[in-house]
């Protein structure tokens, strides 16, 4: 089969999954070569089968609100491969979810966990479930009401979800206590638990730092660090705040931060005292960008434009670029820009920000680009270390779980150099990653048989 035939393929059946389609036709670009090195892979269909979910449980999640007033949203588990480890990935409770988003959050998870090394298949789950404007009770009750049915397909050596837009450490408590009562058992049967009840130390900071250390680890290979240049990173969540942290910690100048209504830019660069305000802000206030700028001298608010063909935060003059606030919020104008104007970085720190046409455009214009399932693994890394913890009924210090994480991100770079370079790509991390995921998947499937 030709490359196209393999995307016919699937397109003709998830032909309404716009997302999922998007994430299959990116990987397909890299592996295609591998699929036509290895015979036994294309005689198996390791690539159809690849692209299935092993199961896709879809169920409906009903709970009362404040008023009495019932209420009905969708859950959803995508339970996507399990080749190489129980499936591991995280919940989802925003408007937006679908299967078609789940899918694709699903199928990234897989190749970005075989890069970890450790022994995690890939699923994602979640509901169209909206926090915001919700109080506290209404929230308990939602999480109750979802890990009701969740309960019974998820277990710590079967499926081990964790935290993702929408679910924070409140969510996880409540879904742990949730699975607790139901079980009466107390598993690590979810990561991202609080410090004290099977969590781990440096879970919370894990994609974050670990972003900083991939990119770190990128810069040397040209004989460069982070210290002193200038960072452009968006999004104001879990994954920007520790982003930004790394970043001012290795001394770099990370200058903007962004909610869905616009961004700020800081030229001064973002103190770590700015940044505390910022955490308290979104975490605790569940404030708006916007009062950052309000806040402090010199720095300045720029509203964005949804329908615009291109977001302004990315035209500004900038070393090194961490997305980390959603899918394709970089788009092929966008990346002109940021070639334009000098970008020498970009590693993505949410899920498939870039779009396809992007990725092109920063690949073409020399960018050291690193995609999502590569640079963000930190996170989904550290989770499996805390499911390793809850195994040996150990905790591990700080520094322990620190230096485990920069080993791991180390070792991900190594191996998506030692791919790319196989393959004719040397320097190439987006191809290296999808290959090195990609194997380590289809082995295990091949070893395994037709199952």
Known sequence: MTQ?????????RNSNEPEFLQAVDEVLQSIYPALERNAEFRRLKIFERITEPERLITFRVTWLDDKGETQVNRGYRVQMNSAIGPYKGGLRFHPTVTPSVLKFLAFEQTFKNALTGIPMGGGKGGSDFDPKGKSENEI??????????????????????????????????????????????????????????????????????????????????????????ICLVSGSGNVAQYTLEKIIQLGGRAVTASDSSGYIYDEAGISQERLEFLKDLKNNKRGRIKEYADKFKGVTYHAIDAKADSNPLWNIPADCVFPCATQNEINKKDASNLVKNGVKLLAEGANMPTTIEGINVLLEGGVMYAPGKASNAGGVATSGLEMTQNYMGQNWTREEVDEKLKAIMKGIHETCLAAAKEYGHEGNYMVGANIAGFLKVAKAMQAQGVI
């Open 4 to 12: 196209l035939d393999y995307l016919n393929y699937v397109t003709s």
């Open 140 to 229: 308990m009750k939602f999480c109750q009401a979802f890990m009701g049915e969740l309960a019974r397909h998820i277990d710590n050596r079967t499926d081990v979800p964790a935290g993702d837009i929408g679910v924070g450490g409140r969510e996880i408590g409540y879904l742990y206590g949730a699975y607790k009562k139901i079980k009466n058992e107390f598993t690590g049967v979810l990561t991202g638990k609080g410090i004290g009840w099977g969590g781990s130390l440096i879970r919370t900071e894990a994609t974050g730092y670990g972003i900083i250390y991939f990119a770190e680890n990128m810069l040397r290979t040209k004989g460069l660090a982070l210290k002193g240049k």
